[in-house]
């Protein structure tokens, strides 16, 4: 945390504060857990709902790793030739990140908020 540049404003602690508080996780885990709140908050206000924001930020991974899926089906039925002449593109997505991504979302929001987004 002290390499980070960030503005610690009020929302940023009072969130940071409650995942050391109420956290039992040890190890890597936790500093990803950190790392991934400092970076997550940056974009948000004050009034913004740090929850809402996580379940959001889930919801838009899940939709990335389905995308990717979506693209390697059509993928095994043809080649990358064909699919790109229907303008079907190539999704970037790195799916371990992505799935290592929501279990951090799911580590912070279960133990700050004692449950956990859940997204079909």
Do not use: H, W
């Not at 980070?4 to 009072?14: A, L, P």
Request: aromatic residues 10%.
């Amino acid at each position: 945390m002290r390499n980070k540049r960030i503005d610690y404003s009020e929302m940023r602690t009072k969130i940071l504060c409650l995942f050391l508080e109420k956290a039992d996780i040890e190890g890597t885990s936790f500093f990803n857990c950190i790392d991934y709140l400092l970076d997550m908050t940056e974009g948000l206000t004050e009034d913004d709902d740090i929850y809402e924001a996580l379940s959001q930020r889930k919801l838009q991974y899940r939709e990335y790793i389905r995308k990717r899926e979506e693209f390697e089906t059509l993928l095994r039925k043809g080649n990358l030739e064909t699919l790109s002449f229907k303008g079907i593109s190539v999704p970037f997505i790195n799916m371990d990140d992505m799935q290592k991504r929501i279990v951090i979302i799911d580590t912070i929001t279960l133990a700050v908020y004692g449950k956990i987004v859940y997204c079909l």
